[in-house]
């Protein structure tokens, strides 16, 4: 402790008395010449005096060199602790000696912290070393190599990612899409585009994710190419959900789906049914004229497809043609369809009051005539954060088909301080109704906790 205070205070000296440094041959004057000396240190509260100085002290890039010069010196503890000060300080003068360190060392903690380093103080000279770096090597590497590339300074380092993209390996391939998005590299679209029709499917997944947050409206010709290219199930339902996040940016609602109508007329009519699903989740009056032609024909196929599409819809607006859907269409299957879409609709936030949501969902759940759909209108009800939804939802508790998703509803309702503290009576009685009814011990805990104003915190999946 000691020669921790002398050296504080040597160093308080030489920073608050300029005249006391002198200048060496080097030009590193005299306190980073004490701040050198102090990170060989043996004792570790003295490198922490000193990596404090690398962090704070003595700027220019003679310093930075100064500094980053002792790290084939130091021991491999040391050797992280000055990369971070170096990463901290921001200079690029240190980059050479974080590259040498990094192809020298065998120590894992040092080589990551230094390929962690060149994320701040590396240049696109160092974009071959990291690329292989993401593509092979310890996980742990490829972790913070992938990071680092995603923070990597210069302008032109994303068009060089993009130049790459069709060369690597398919999980390279992946992080190298995922590092793009990250830098929000808007350049790199026309090589994602192709990427999105790799033979890849996770290549494909990765595109069509990137360009669902960086795409706009000219891209949405493109990425129909990608939803075609999916494989129909999961895999082709995210790809139709990154069209609609596109589209759904625009600003006029009433033309959100003009570019993908545009892209879907030039395509041949088995692709043209195959983008109908995409059409409903887009939404506007262009899409639902397709889709309405499709719901009109005879053809068993089409007429399904087209059903399927609109019960996608993004909006309540539809609402009436679904419950329309839902009482007429022929097929029971095509009855269900719609009405678990309007149930998923009907309690959506839009310009309607709560009562007006939660009115349609009680339309809804009077048509069901099996309890999967009831437990399902139970489930939507917790959206709509008002006493009356609690109150709908209450009588499904001693029903036992519904007994448990009611009781669940009720503690995600409770779950909110600012519904349930004005009604408390309302809502202990309800969560008595819960604590006695139900079998699963996560919900019962929650009534419990409610009931005394307690708090509950979700679990990260």
């Known amino acids: 402790m000691l020669r921790v205070r002398m050296f504080a205070g040597l160093l308080s000296t030489l920073i608050v008395l300029p005249v006391a440094k002198s200048v060496n041959a080097d030009g590193v004057d005299q306190l980073v010449d004490v701040v050198v000396s102090l990170l060989g240190d043996n004792d570790k509260e003295i490198r922490a005096l ?104 210069g302008p032109g380092v994303s068009l060089e990612l993009a130049s790459e993209l069709a060369r690597v390996a398919a999980t390279t391939r992946v992080a190298m899409i995922e590092v793009l998005t990250t830098r929000r590299a808007l350049e790199a679209i026309p090589q994602i585009l192709v990427a999105a029709v790799s033979s890849e499917s996770q290549v494909r997944k990765a595109a069509m994710a990137s360009l669902g947050k960086m795409a706009g409206p000219m891209h949405v010709a493109g990425m129909v190419q990608g939803v075609l290219k999916a494989t129909p199930g999961s895999e082709r339902a995210a790809a139709e959900k990154q069209i609609m996040f596109v589209c759904a940016r625009a600003a006029d609602s009433a033309t959100r789906s003009a570019p993908l109508v545009a892209a879907v007329k030039k ?21 639902r ?47 269900t369809t ?13 310009a309607r009051t709560d009562d007006q949501r939660l009115t349609l969902l009680k339309q809804a759940m009077a048509m069901a005539s099996a309890d999967r759909e009831r437990v399902l209108a139970l489930d939507r009800a917790r959206a ?28 995600e309702l409770a779950h909110h301080r ?44």
């Not at 700027?59 to 491999?76: H, Q």
């Not at 043209?272 to 887009?282: F, H, K, Y």
């Not at 719609?338 to 839009?350: F, G, M, N, T």
């Open 50 to 153: 000193g990596l404090e100085q690398v962090r704070t002290a003595s700027p220019g890039e003679a310093a930075t060199k100064a500094f980053a010069a002792t790290l084939p010196n130091l021991s491999p503890a040391a050797q992280v602790g000055l990369l971070k000060a170096l990463t901290a300080r921001g200079d690029n003068a240190a980059r050479s000696a974080v590259v040498s360190l990094l192809n020298s060392t065998v120590d894992t903690n040092v080589r990551v912290e230094a390929i962690r380093a060149l994320g701040d103080l590396g240049t696109s000279a160092d974009l071959p070393n990291l690329l292989q770096l993401l593509g092979k090597g310890p996980m742990t590497e490829r972790t913070v190599a992938k990071t680092s590339l995603a923070r990597l300074p």
């Open 267 to 287: 395509l041949s009519p088995q692709q043209r049914l195959t983008m109908l699903s995409t059409l409903g989740r887009v939404g506007g009056s262009d899409a």
């Open 289 to 335: 004229s397709e889709i309405e032609e499709a719901i009109k024909s005879r053809d068993s196929t089409r007429h399904s497809l087209g059903i399927r599409a609109i019960s996608n819809w993004p909006d309540a607006s539809i609402a009436p043609r679904l419950m329309q859907l839902a009482k007429t269409d022929p097929h029971s299957s095509h009855r």
């Open 338 to 350: 719609a009405l678990r879409a309007l149930i998923r609709v009907a309690p959506l936030s839009d």
């Open 384 to 411: 709509i954060r008002t006493t009356a939804a609690l109150r709908f939802i209450l009588p499904y508790v001693s029903r036992v088909a519904t007994a448990e998703q009611a009781c669940l509803s009720i503690v």
């Open 418 to 461: 600012t519904l349930r503290e004005p009604h408390k009576a309302e809502f202990d009685k309800a969560l008595d109704l819960v604590i006695k009814t139900s079998k699963n011990a996560t919900v019962i805990d929650r009534a419990e906790r409610y009931k005394k104003d307690q708090t509950w915190v979700r679990p990260n999946k």
